[in-house]
Every structure is written in structure tokens, then in C-alpha cells.
T-cell receptor, first 114, second 113 residues
């Protein structure tokens, strides 16, 4: 099973809303990632959790708040977003700590901020 | 400054012919390279990878070549099929940071029947 699942598939929210994106994997991977992807651009790394600890924060604004409740789950809490935050949000996972680590991506959540 | 570059935003190839997608990188600390395929409205799917200790890796119709001296890698698809039409991203990672992957901007491949 090489599946990473993400919910919801689509999300529309206002600038004052609070919402959360969820990601789950059951491959026993110990590293999990959040990426943001705009149209015709490469995925842009936001956060990395390694063994349930935040290891990389790519200077992401505080209106995005990640959480890793356990090794299988990754959340991204959203609050007071801006219209320019509209994008495809991708979750990925990898074994973590391997020289031949490969990331497996979920299908993404298409976020629209009105 | 983008450390992984795909200079061709698009490529069109006839079905049955070879598709060659190119990727250049600037950082000599990269030691592991990957290719991903992405269909619209889906997440990237891992395709093939290569370690810097090799110069070629093959998996079915897909072959990745690595030229370390030129800091260049390429993905060959032979024969190309219409189902290969997608955006292809190359990615690279440094030996001292397994968790950070650097992506190119992608090449959109169109395989014509």
C-alpha cells in the first residue's frame, strides 16, 4: 500500500474562517511533508515532520499551523488566510532517514480563499 | 534561486517515438535524484530515481541518465504512449538532508496518437 490520503478534496473558505486539512498514511513512514503548489509551478515545501517532530519550517506565515498527532497523521490548520493562499496543498510521506528516500504524495486539497 | 531547473516547459512527441526530458542542477551536494509524473488534479506520482553513484537507471520504458560533471539528468521514455502525457518534475536531494527535496518547474509532455 503506497497510498497517502488527503481530506477534503476541495475547500472553499472565507478570510475569517478556521479550517483544517488532513493527511494520513499507513506505510510506516516517519517523515511527513506539506507542500503548496500554484498553477504551473513546482511544489513548494512548507513543513517537514520527522519522527513526529517539526524539523523544517520554510518560513511559512503563522496563519498556517501544522500538527502531527501521531506517525500516521498530519494536519494543517488554517486561520485568517488571504486570497493569495489559494492553491493545491499536497501532503507527502517518506521513510525518513534513508539515503534513497522517496516521497509519496497524496492527491492534494484544492483550497480557494474568498 | 532555483537549484533544479527544467528549461523546457513543454514537449510534444509522436506516439511510439522517444521522449527525452531534461533537468539541470547547480548544487554539487545533490546526491539523489527523482522523477515524478503529475496528472491534472492529482498529486505527483513517483516514477524513477537515481543515486549519484550511478549514471543510469532503467525501469521498463523509463530510463534516467545522470551526468554529474555536467550537472545534468535526463529521463528517456521509449516508446512513448498517449497515457504518458502529463507534467514531469525532476527533484533532487542533498546527502546531509534527507528530508528536503528540491523540485524543478516541470515539463509538460504531450504524446500525440
Amino acid at each position: 500500500d503506497t497510498e497517502v490520503t488527503q481530506t477534503p478534496k476541495h475547500l472553499v473558505m472565507g478570510m475569517t474562517n478556521k479550517k483544517s486539512l488532513k493527511c494520513e498514511q499507513h506505510m510506516g513512514h516517519r517523515a511527513m511533508y506539506w507542500y503548496k503548489q500554484k498553477a504551473k509551478k513546482p511544489p513548494e515545501l512548507m513543513f517537514v515532520y520527522s519522527y513526529e517532530k517539526l524539523s523544517i519550517n520554510e518560513s511559512v506565515p503563522s496563519r498556517f499551523s501544522p500538527e502531527c498527532p501521531n506517525s500516521s497523521l498530519l494536519n494543517l490548520h488554517l486561520h485568517a488566510l488571504q486570497p493569495e493562499d489559494s492553491a493545491l496543498y499536497l501532503c507527502a510521506s517518506s521513510q525518513g532517514g534513508s539515503s534513497t528516500d522517496t516521497q509519496y504524495f497524496g492527491p492534494g486539497t484544492r483550497l480557494t480563499v474568498l | 534561486d532555483q537549484q533544479v531547473k527544467q528549461n523546457s516547459p513543454s514537449l510534444s512527441v509522436q506516439e511510439g517515438r522517444i521522449s527525452i526530458l531534461n533537468c539541470d542542477y547547480t548544487n554539487s551536494m545533490f546526491d539523489y535524484f527523482l522523477w515524478y509524473k503529475k496528472y491534472p488534479a492529482e498529486g505527483p506520482t513517483f516514477l524513477i530515481s537515481i543515486s549519484s553513484i550511478k549514471d543510469k537507471n532503467e525501469d521498463g520504458r523509463f530510463t534516467v541518465f545522470l551526468n554529474k560533471s555536467a550537472k545534468h539528468l535526463s529521463l528517456h521514455i521509449v516508446p512513448s504512449q498517449p497515457g504518458d502525457s502529463a507534467v514531469y518534475f525532476c527533484a533532487a536531494r542533498m546527502r546531509d538532508n534527507f528530508n528536503k527535496f528540491y523540485f524543478g518547474s516541470g515539463t509538460k509532455l504531450n504524446v500525440k496518437p
